[in-house]
């Protein structure tokens, strides 16, 4: 538990360097593009790059945790854990599979197990 708590903990902490960096990349990109853009097009055509940095910053977290689940045995390949990944980060877990420690990945719905799991891939899975 500690270990789990350690680990999620330095993920965090390079995920909150990596945003506080891009975050740092955008503000100074549209303040150098606003003072030298005039006009609609080009207003659009920053906010633009603007969301491409900020969709960059977010695959790149994905990834971040998909590597960590991967490291930590989760899954079994870097396809599942993005997927697992990309579920837990946008909180849409749909629950087309459930990811449990071992690499053991069950192509079945939390629903039609009986599951109640939520948040990150859980350690086991209770039916209350």
Not at 20 to 43: D, E, P, Q, Y
Not at 61 to 79: K, M, P, R, S, T
């Amino acid at each position: 538990m500690v270990l789990s708590l350690l680990v999620g903990a330095g993920v965090f902490l390079v995920s909150l360097v990596c945003f506080a960096m891009t975050t740092t990349l955008i503000v100074n990109l549209a303040l150098h593009l606003i003072h030298s853009a005039s006009g609609f097009w080009k207003s659009v055509a920053i906010m633009m790059i603007v969301s491409l940095f900020t969709a960059a910053a977010h695959l790149i977290q994905i990834a971040l945790w998909a590597i960590v689940y991967l490291i930590c045995g989760e899954v079994v390949d870097f396809n599942q854990a993005f997927y697992c990944s990309a579920q837990n980060y946008t909180a849409l877990v749909t629950g087309t599979f459930i990811c449990l420690s071992g690499g053991n990945c069950w192509a079945h719905s939390k629903r039609s197990m009986g599951c109640s799991c939520s948040g990150s891939p859980p350690r086991s899975c209770s039916p209350f």
